[in-house]
């Protein structure tokens, strides 16, 4: 950081299995992706190239060369698996995969039907071979899903080999995790996080009141995803305290009771 500042918590570095911030790239180009490590690589885990773009953005290799120099990971959407899998290509995914160098995958079912246990088989298979993320939840509006079933869902998927499971939010944040005004279905979140660890998932949460809201309830070591590249820096501000949403999360009491302002301050 510019300054030395005293109650700034602590953020582990990269590579990290906490904490990590998740960037989707639409499409961006090879100079705003040289911009964007400028300013944001550091602050930046794995960068997913959004639902189909890959198949007609140019310059793909390019970028993710731009990524991985900056020590990020990237790797294709969810929804570029479904596209390969319900055409019956699989094994082409694969290849195609770890023809442009990656590592790192994800595997998800929000716009297809996959039966639970063939999604597991695949995820155990493709893991040998590659980092998994695997993404739970639908991202039609209409779909309901039970805690119980999220819960055994993302259990079996990470018994199955996922790193971290995503917890489906679409880049709008208007379903699955949420409600559709963006409000977290806290019920829901609380019991996930009573069977599944936090730090084993990735809550996708691309507006500035959902990452608030994660960041107070998990900390600021939380993980966070479909940020939009120019939300990255202004996400970690949040993380440590640097903004008026989370400005006294690390502060003292002392200082919070001396300076906070209250109903009556505005009263005066």
């Given at each position: 950081?510019?300054?030395?500042?005293?109650h700034?918590?602590?953020?582990p570095q990269?590579p990290?299995?906490?904490?990590?911030?998740m960037?989707?790239?639409?499409?961006l180009?090879?100079?705003?992706?040289?911009?964007?490590?400028?300013?944001?690589?550091?602050?930046t885990d794995?960068v997913?190239f959004?639902?189909?773009t890959?198949?007609?953005s140019k310059?793909?290799?390019?970028k993710?060369?731009?990524y991985?120099?900056?020590?990020?990971?990237?790797y294709f959407g969810?929804t570029?698996?479904?596209?390969?899998?319900?055409?019956?290509?699989?094994?082409?995914?694969?290849?195609?995969?770890d023809?442009f160098?990656?590592?790192l995958l994800?595997?998800?079912?929000?716009?297809?039907?996959?039966?639970?246990d063939?999604?597991?088989k695949?995820?155990?298979?493709?893991?040998k071979n590659?980092?998994v993320l695997?993404?739970?939840?639908?991202?039609e509006?209409?779909?309901?899903?039970?805690?119980?079933?999220?819960?055994?869902?993302m259990?079996?998927e990470?018994?199955?080999?996922?790193?971290?499971?995503?917890?489906?939010?679409?880049?709008s944040?208007?379903?699955?995790?949420?409600?559709?005004n963006?409000?977290?279905?806290?019920?829901?979140?609380?019991k996930?996080i009573?069977?599944?660890?936090?730090?084993?998932?990735?809550?996708e949460?691309?507006?500035?009141?959902?990452?608030?809201w994660?960041?107070?309830?998990?900390?600021?070591?939380?993980?966070?995803?479909?940020?939009?590249?120019?939300?990255v820096?202004p996400?970690?501000t949040?993380r440590?305290?640097?903004?008026?949403?989370?400005?006294f999360?690390?502060?003292p009491?002392?200082?919070?009771?001396?300076?906070?302002?209250?109903l009556?301050?505005?009263k005066?």
């Amino acid at each position: 950081m510019n300054f030395n500042l005293k109650h700034i918590p602590s953020r582990p570095q990269k590579p990290r299995e906490s904490g990590c911030t998740m960037m989707m790239d639409k499409g961006l180009s090879i100079r705003e992706a040289e911009d964007f490590v400028e300013t944001s690589g550091e602050y930046t885990d794995v960068v997913k190239f959004g639902f189909g773009t890959a198949v007609v953005s140019k310059n793909i290799k390019e970028k993710i060369k731009i990524y991985q120099d900056a020590g990020i990971r990237p790797y294709f959407g969810g929804t570029l698996f479904e596209i390969f899998f319900v055409r019956n290509q699989i094994s082409q995914f694969q290849k195609m995969v770890d023809s442009f160098g990656l590592d790192l995958l994800e595997v998800s079912d929000g716009s297809i039907v996959v039966p639970h246990d063939e999604k597991c088989k695949i995820i155990h298979k493709l893991s040998k071979n590659f980092t998994v993320l695997s993404e739970v939840g639908s991202k039609e509006e209409g779909i309901l899903i039970s805690p119980s079933k999220w819960v055994k869902m993302m259990t079996n998927e990470l018994d199955a080999g996922s790193w971290k499971v995503i917890a489906e939010g679409r880049e709008s944040g208007s379903v699955g995790i949420f409600r559709p005004n963006g409000t977290p279905h806290s019920i829901l979140i609380n019991k996930i996080i009573s069977k599944v660890k936090p730090e084993q998932i990735l809550w996708e949460a691309p507006a500035k009141k959902q990452q608030v809201w994660f960041i107070n309830l998990f900390g600021e070591n939380v993980n966070l995803g479909n940020i939009a590249p120019n939300e990255v820096l202004p996400l970690e501000t949040l993380r440590l305290g640097l903004r008026g949403d989370t400005f006294f999360n690390y502060l003292p009491d002392s200082i919070i009771n001396e300076r906070k302002p209250t109903l009556e301050d505005t009263k005066k």
